[in-house]
């Protein structure tokens, strides 16, 4: 590895990749688990919507924006599932195994906080189109190199676009030119809470699908017929000639607009009826056969609203209930004609039938309102023993308009948005029950905050463990994060607080020679590797650390053989190691190109006439030594695979004039075969796969089954491998099963670890504390780990992080500086204990201090006393607790995000006050 080149680093090709990977929003994609069950459209319904889609999907002339929208529940979400569906289905080329027509998808979603924004759309959507087309994927880590920001969600949209979309279609345009179009589906675009996102992104999408130079596109977007979609629609359009089709669809400029709304649908919804009633009739013999005439009413009272008709049909064939009495009410319900806009009377009709209806609305209110869904033990934790006490009750009685799973550890969703909808105005619900129950954010943020004041302590040691290491840190210059991800450049797996703390220690100007040990672990000898390490061993330490442990480190350094055949050789070896070179270890490195080398040097001669150099000379391998030239003559004359099989073939393989001879012709074809590219021994396998011959070698099923054994594992650790990683072959293969399974072993995860610490700086940088906020333990300790040099910074975070970063302290001799070792190891004991006591808290606690800004946020206003007198107890007494735990758990970035939002409530009930009565 290279001084100064990091495979963290964002200028590092799988880096940048494996950052993209973690931004883009997994639970997004169309078929995710997250969006179980998936909505799809029955077959043999939608027939002529769909074909007259797949036709505009066909279109090879230009590009289009497809518009589908209607009112809530006419079934979008069901057609976009099957439109992506069929695209992925679809293959670009006959000849292609991996690049399907469809190029990604985003489905958004207000149920979960990643999908109900525009942040991680064109990152998202940039993922997949790498995944589809791997040609791109430096195109997208260059603009990532170039722009690390680009994946911040706060980033601006046209920004994110240029350099996360738009680049890489660019260079898609040749290659796709006599392909069929590729399509992108955006599902449910009103789920996206703001609505000038919205706007943005329609107006960015119908620029983009005018560029000249892309490839031909199409997005299909689905949302409801809100008025500030159709604004930005039209606005987009402007004047563009309209023309009207079949179905009720116009096609403008670059936007094709169907009114799904329009759509004869009465056919379809009895087709849905018939099939459900038919699978109910399985499991229930006596269940009766409708009429054709009450199968028309149930189908025409629906108002061509498919989730009005599958309401029906959950609500009927509920297990808790005898079918055909629930089907009764449902008759009698649908005489009342439903407009087709009002599928609220259908929820009033099953809120109507539970034994509490006001209390079954709260609830479900509840979980309409939650950030992230929880399950129903852990919504029970979390309202507490009065208002959780019968939740699971209370829900199952509402199994028609909600998703409660069989198990109780996953969480329970409404079933559709329309529910949200209902219960976000109680207006909206007609019976009188619930006409004053409590507003449900205001009722959570309440919950949060107590649950955390009950659960978590009053008083941490975490200020203090800051300020001691404070205390004993040194007045130097801290680093960027680049300049710091140079200066550890020699770590190679995952880095501990203390290693790093001795590693940095040394490299900043500390007393090497107490710290040796260093150097027999895996981060000294990868430190030896690099410039700095090379630089040392020509200073006045090196003789007195090879004649000790540096001895028995001698084969795994390169960086040390290369040494010995220029200054070490000068004496130095032939009085310490006489006698090492008589040990096995000794031995094998004579074997090696630097120990050849150095035999036929004066030194290496010298030696060869002490009683160490005759001993060996009368082993096998003293003697082959002698008999390279020969061998190499020979072999033209042998059958050759034979012979290289016995241990002298492959000790001439090892040889210099075996490795030429690899680079041969006649070598290369030899190692055509998987069985002879076995018989290479490593260090020769690892200079062949260099060759052009070993690269494509690695891109056959022989070459993918050998990167899954453990000699895959050794050799990516080199630097010959790292360099693979950077090919497209490698790329590509850090995205198969046996790739990402590698990336989460020691020395890949670093990767993770510095991208991490980065954007931890950053966000750090970015956040100015507000001065009244200094009074409170819980900023004070913000500042203290802000002010921290990156000499302590950086091990502080190790230890901080919420993923496990425990070390222990090797046996070792510190005279200088030991207050500093002692307070960063009382830091990383106190780190433990915090630790175990953050990861064994609940999830409903774990949800309640990443949301009860978010609660606070949305509480009716003003608020009442109970919930005021709450958070200014919260905020003054329990706040650097929160934060503790939350550090833990999320990392520092996520703080402060909460943070950012809840200071606001703070500083409008007086910041001043607040600190006073914490004084």
């Given at each position: ?161 240029e350099g996360l979309f738009l680049k890489p279609l660019r ?380 001895k028995t480190f001698l084969p795994k350094a390169q960086s ?360």
């Open positions: 590895m290279s001084h100064g080149q990091f495979p963290g680093d964002t200028r590092s090709s799988e880096g940048t990749w494996e950052s993209l990977s973690r931004v883009a929003i997994k639970g997004a994609e169309y078929d995710s688990r997250e969006r179980q069950p998936h909505p799809k459209c029955l077959d043999g319904t939608r027939v002529d919507l769909l074909s007259f889609i797949y036709k505009l999907l066909d279109e090879r002339k230009k590009s289009r924006l497809i518009w589908l929208h209607g009112t809530a529940g006419v079934g979008k979400s069901a057609v976009a599932f099957t439109v992506a569906e069929r695209m992925r289905s679809l293959k670009m080329t006959d000849h292609t195994k991996i690049e399907k027509r469809l190029a990604g998808t985003f489905f958004f979603s207000r149920k979960y906080t990643e999908r109900c924004t525009a942040g991680y759309f064109f990152a998202t959507l940039a993922y997949q189109l790498g995944c589809n087309f791997p040609s791109v994927r430096e195109d997208l880590n260059r603009a990532i190199r170039e722009n690390p920001a680009l994946l911040d969600p706060n980033k601006s949209l046209r920004d994110q676009m260079n898609l345009q040749i290659r796709l030119r006599e392909c069929p179009p590729s399509t992108f589906v955006v599902d449910a675009l009103d789920e996206c809470v703001s609505k000038t996102e919205v706007a943005d992104l329609i107006s960015l999408l119908g620029e983009a699908l005018r560029e000249p130079d892309l490839p031909v596109v199409h997005i299909l977007l689905t949302s409801r017929s809100e008025e500030h979609i159709r604004e930005a629609i039209q606005e987009k359009e402007g004047c563009a000639p309209v023309w009207g089709i079949p179905m009720k669809i116009t096609v403008m400029e670059v936007i094709a607009v169907i009114y799904l709304d329009g759509a004869d649908v009465d056919r379809d919804i009895r087709i849905f009826l018939e099939h459900s009633f038919r699978k109910l009739r399985v499991r229930y013999s006596d269940f009766p056969q409708l009429s054709r005439n009450q199968l028309a009413r149930l189908a025409n009272r629906a108002g061509r609203r498919f989730i009005v008709a599958s309401t029906m049909m959950k609500f009927i064939d509920d297990e808790y209930h005898d079918p055909r009495d629930r089907l009764q009410l449902m008759l009698d319900f649908t005489s009342e004609l439903l407009p087709g806009t009002e599928v609220y009377k259908l929820y009033d009709r099953i809120l109507a039938t539970c034994s509490d209806p006001a209390r079954a609305y709260l609830h479900l209110s509840i979980v309409a309102a939650l950030a992230d869904p929880l399950s129903i033990s852990q919504i029970s934790e979390l309202l507490g023993p009065g208002e959780g006490k019968d939740v699971r009750t209370v829900l199952v009685q509402l199994q028609s308009i909600m998703e409660i799973p069989t198990d109780s550890s996953l969480p329970v969703k409404i079933s559709h948005s329309s529910v949200r909808d209902y219960v976000l105005d109680p207006s909206n619900c007609s019976l009188p029950e619930v006409q004053y129950i409590r507003y449900p954010h205001s009722l959570l943020a309440y919950s949060c905050l107590h649950l955390m004041m009950q659960a978590i302590p009053r008083n941490t040691a975490l200020l203090g463990a800051l300020s001691q290491l404070k205390r004993h840190s040194r007045a130097m210059k801290p680093h960027d994060p680049q300049s710091l991800k140079q200066a550890l450049a020699f770590i190679v797996e995952p880095p501990t607080p203390l290693t790093v703390l001795i590693a940095l220690h040394w490299l900043r100007g500390g007393h090497r020679s107490d710290l040796l040990f260093w150097l027999e672990t895996l981060d000294g000898s990868a430190w030896l590797e690099t410039q700095d390490g090379r630089d040392w061993l020509q200073n006045r330490w090196r003789i007195d650390w090879l004649q000790t442990q540096g040390v053989r290369d040494w010995l055949l220029t200054q070490g050789r000068k004496g130095s070896l032939t009085e310490a190691w006489p006698s090492w070179l008589g040990t096995q270890n000794g031995r094998d490195w004579l074997q090696t190109q630097s120990g050849q080398d150095w035999l036929q040097t004066q030194w290496g001669k010298d030696w060869l006439r002490t009683q160490w150099g005759q001993d060996w000379l009368q082993t096998r391998l003293g003697q082959d030594s002698l008999l390279t030239h020969q061998r190499q003559n020979s072999l033209q004359t042998l059958s050759g695979e034979g012979w290289l099989k016995t241990e002298s073939g492959q000790e001439w393989l090892r040889d210099e004039s075996g490795r030429e001879w690899l680079q041969t012709q006649s070598g290369q074809d030899w190692l055509q075969t998987q069985s002879r590219q076995d018989l290479l021994p490593t260090q020769s396998r690892r200079q062949w796969l260099q060759t052009q011959s070993g690269q494509d070698w690695l891109k056959t099923q022989p070459g993918r089954r050998w990167l899954q054994t453990q000699g895959e594992r050794e050799w990516l650790r080199t630097q010959s491998g790292r360099e693979w990683l950077q090919t497209q072959s490698g790329r590509d293969w850090l995205h198969t099963p046996h790739g990402q399974a590698w990336q989460s072993t020691a020395a890949a995860s670093v990767w993770v670890t510095m991208e991490e610490f980065s954007r931890t700086l950053e966000a750090v940088s970015e956040y100015a504390i507000i001065p009244e906020l200094l009074l409170l333990a819980a900023f004070q300790a913000i500042q203290q780990f802000k002010s921290l040099p990156d000499f302590l910074m950086f091990p502080v975070f190790l230890s901080l992080r919420h993923q496990d970063s425990s070390s222990a302290l090797p046996q070792c001799r510190f005279s200088p500086d030991m207050e500093i070792f002692h307070a960063m190891m009382d830091f990383e004991g106190f780190a433990h204990e915090a630790r175990e006591r953050s990861r064994s808290a609940s999830d409903a606690l774990n949800y309640a201090c990443q949301n009860w800004a978010f609660h606070l946020s949305r509480a009716h206003s003003p608020w009442d006393d109970t919930l005021n007198h709450l958070f200014k107890s919260f905020w003054s007494c329990h706040l650097l607790c929160w934060l503790e735990m939350q550090w833990f758990l999320k990392g520092l970035r996520s703080c402060l995000a909460i943070l950012i939002e809840a200071q606001n409530f703070a500083l409008r009930d007086s910041v001043k006050s607040l600190a006073k009565e914490h004084r």
